[in-house]
Nanobody, 127 residues
Framework: QVQLVESGGGLVQTGGSLRLSCAASERTFSNYIMGWFRQAPGKEREFVAAITSSGRRTYYADSVKGQFTISRDNAKGTVYLQMNSLKPEDTAVYYC????????????????????WGQGTQVTVSS
């Protein structure tokens, strides 16, 4: 059972930045595809970004391309989401997710692709 713990959320003004972290308990972290999703009040959970197990490829929702950056440190068992130029519409609970995969070039962009989820961290962007 993989445990994921997010941190780094908070309250920030429009235009500000935050860096989210997600630490995994799994020793074989490098075998896992990692993703970030978010869920705003009254909305479904949506894909934000994903990174292959090797870290060589990244994928983003159109709404955050050029604004957010996903990265990972396999030695530390941690995935990050750097969020810049934040806007009020980025306000949501952000979740990291993990899925074990033997394929180093694969990611998943839907919630169904991930077996393990963190508890979420709140990001609030004030106008």
């Amino acid at each position: 059972q993989v445990q994921l713990v997010e941190s780094g959320g908070g309250l920030v003004q429009t235009g500000g930045s935050l860096r989210l972290s997600c630490a995994a308990s799994e020793r074989t972290f490098s075998n896992y595809i990692m993703g970030w999703f978010r869920q705003a009040p009254g909305k479904e959970r949506e894909f934000v970004a994903a990174i292959t197990s090797s870290g060589r490829r990244t994928y983003y929702a159109d709404s955050v391309k050029g604004q957010f950056t996903i990265s990972r440190d396999n030695a530390k068992g941690t995935v990050y989401l750097q969020m810049n130029s934040l806007k009020p519409e980025d306000t949501a609970v952000y979740y990291c997710a993990a899925q074990q995969s033997q394929y180093t070039t694969t990611v998943f962009t839907t919630t169904h692709g991930y077996a393990y989820w963190g508890q979420g961290t709140q990001v609030t962007v004030s106008s």
